[in-house]
């Protein structure tokens, strides 16, 4: 089933305040409710652009800033299936997948807004349905692929009793 891709008008250099607020995330445990408030300060009413499973398509070094869980954690709890962007801050690629929002790395000028994707994790692929291409994606890792299916890293040691490699 393919879904829709959402693209910010700032592509690069996407930070953590920009992704949730201070304002909010210090405010708000909920996630659900913290959800509602991505992006706010870029595009006031971001969030309810999002259908469950759709994409989020940005540039390089998406999530640089503070290394706070909040913004992955809000991006997951949003309904979106995945990230797609062409780089990611290292911290904040670890919390994602530490908490189960799953990020794809590759080149994204062949994305535009409301582009209808389909992503093919065992292929590393992302299909441009709307395009009629095909995007090579960088392989995600054995380890965090694992924490996806579990849904976090908390969920795969509750579930596995530790790290299996």
Known sequence: MANYAHRLKLT???NTDYIISGRYKFQIQDEKELAKYIFSDLEPGFYEKIKPG?????GENFGCG????QAPVA?????LK?????SYA????RNAFNVGLCLVECETRFIDDMDELELDLEASLVK???RGINIDIKPIPGIMEEFLKMGGVV???EAKGGLEI
């Open 54 to 58: 759709d994409f989020l398509v940005a």
């Open 12 to 14: 690069d250099d996407i």
């Open 128 to 130: 441009n349905l709307t």
């Open 155 to 157: 969920e795969y040691f």
């Open 75 to 79: 991006l997951k709890a949003s309904g």
């Open 82 to 86: 995945a990230v797609i962007a062409k």
């Open 66 to 69: 503070s290394s706070r869980e």
């Open 90 to 93: 290292r911290i904040f690629y």
